[in-house]
C-alpha cells in the first residue's frame, strides 16, 4: 500500500537492457519491447560512449517490438557516432520484427543490420580505423 492507502501500481519492465565494453566496442543488447516510456534506458546505456571507441553494436536479436521513439534515437545515435569517426552496427536477424521496421523506414540502407553479433563486431573493426 502507498501512504494514500491505494494499492502500490506494479511497472512491467518492458525491456531489459544490457551493455558490455571490450576492446574498444560496446555492446547493447535489447530484450523485450522499446517504445517511448523505456527508450531513456536505451539512451542512458549507449550515449555515453568515449570518444577513443570504436563503435557501438545495438543487439535487437530479441527484441520484440520497437517504435518510432526507438526509430529516432537510433538515427541520432547513427548521425552522433558517424561525426566522431565511429560505426553503429544493428543485430537484427531477417525475418525479425525489428529488421523490418528497420528495412521499412529506410534505416537499414543507411546503417548496415548484421545477422548477428560476431558479424556487426567484425564490420565495425573492418570499418574504422584504430583511433592513436
Same mark, same amino acid.
Given at each position: 500500500?502507498s ?10 519492465q ?11 566496442i ?7 519491447e ?13 550515449? /555515453? ?17 520497437? /517504435? ?44 548496415a543490420?548484421?545477422? /548477428?553479433?560476431?558479424?556487426a ?9 584504430l583511433?592513436?
Amino acid at each position: 500500500m502507498s501512504s494514500t492507502g491505494q494499492p502500490k501500481q506494479q511497472t512491467a519492465q518492458l525491456a531489459r537492457i544490457a551493455r558490455s565494453e571490450a576492446e574498444g566496442i560496446r555492446v547493447v543488447e535489447v530484450v523485450g519491447e522499446l517504445d517511448i516510456s523505456n527508450i531513456g534506458d536505451l539512451e542512458a546505456a549507449a550515449f /555515453d560512449f568515449s570518444n577513443d571507441g570504436l563503435g557501438i553494436v545495438l543487439d535487437l536479436s530479441a527484441a520484440s517490438y520497437i /517504435d518510432s521513439a526507438t526509430l529516432r534515437l537510433l538515427f541520432k545515435l547513427h548521425h552522433g557516432l558517424q561525426r566522431r569517426g565511429q560505426a553503429l552496427r544493428v543485430v537484427c536477424p531477417p525475418q525479425s520484427s525489428a529488421a523490418r521496421v528497420l528495412e521499412l523506414t529506410g534505416f537499414s540502407s543507411i546503417v548496415a543490420c548484421e545477422a /548477428d553479433r560476431r558479424g556487426a563486431v567484425a564490420a565495425i573493426r573492418r570499418d574504422v580505423p584504430l583511433h592513436e
